[in-house]
Each structure stands twice: as C-alpha cells, then as structure tokens.
C-alpha cells in the first residue's frame, strides 16, 4: 500500500507521517514526528531531534534497549515506543511499523456499524 493510497483510506495519518499537517487545529492532541520542523510531537508538547542520522539511530537504539529493562527502577517500558518513534525517522523498518500500528489503532477505535 503506498503512501497516497494509505493517505485517502486515512487521512488522519497525514500529519505526521509525510508532511506537516496544517489542517488540523493548533491545540490538537497528536503523537508522531513532525518531519518539516525535525522535532517529536507529543500532545503539546515538542521536543527537538538531532540533526546527525548517527545520534538520532543511537538514541533510539539505546531507548528501545533501556525500555526492555523497564522493570528496574529508574528505566521504563515507555521508552520503547518512544525509542521505535526516533527511529522511524531514519529507518524504514520502524517507519513501517509505526505506520502499520497506527492503522490498527485506528481500526480498533473506530466503532462497529
């Protein structure tokens, strides 16, 4: 499925998969990567990512490797989704899926007709 082709089943994915979304409501609650300005957005927050490919894959590798230790106590499991989400940025396997959870997670909200 290519990416036009998932952008017209859902549209709502558009914003922070492919391009900025300028649509969407400045004060919306959204999760994801905003590749336009480099920067990981979660709800309001926005925290800015490194612009060397080398540190951005480190810093995923390392939090996805941290968050598998999540049951110490300063470590935890969020790191892995989060780790996944800097990676996604560079890597298409996690790109993917990414992409393909966010379809799930769509499927499984959407209320049965």
């Not at 935890?76 to 996604?88: E, I, N």
Request: with cysteine; hydrophobic share 45%; aromatic share 8%.
């Amino acid at each position: 499925m290519t990416s036009a082709c998932i952008h017209s089943v859902y549209p709502h994915l558009l914003g922070m998969t492919e391009r900025h979304d300028t649509t969407a409501k400045p004060g919306a609650k959204r999760f994801g990567i905003d590749h336009s300005t480099g920067h990981i957005v979660m709800g309001a927050t926005r925290v800015p990512l490194p612009r060397s490919r080398a540190a951005r894959v480190s810093i995923g590798s390392l939090l996805v490797v941290c968050g598998f230790l999540g049951f110490l106590p300063i470590l935890g499991f969020w790191m892995v989704p989060l780790g996944v989400l800097v990676l996604s940025h560079d890597l298409h396997v996690a790109r993917r899926m990414r992409r393909r959870f966010a379809v799930w997670w769509q499927k499984r909200r959407k209320p049965a007709p």
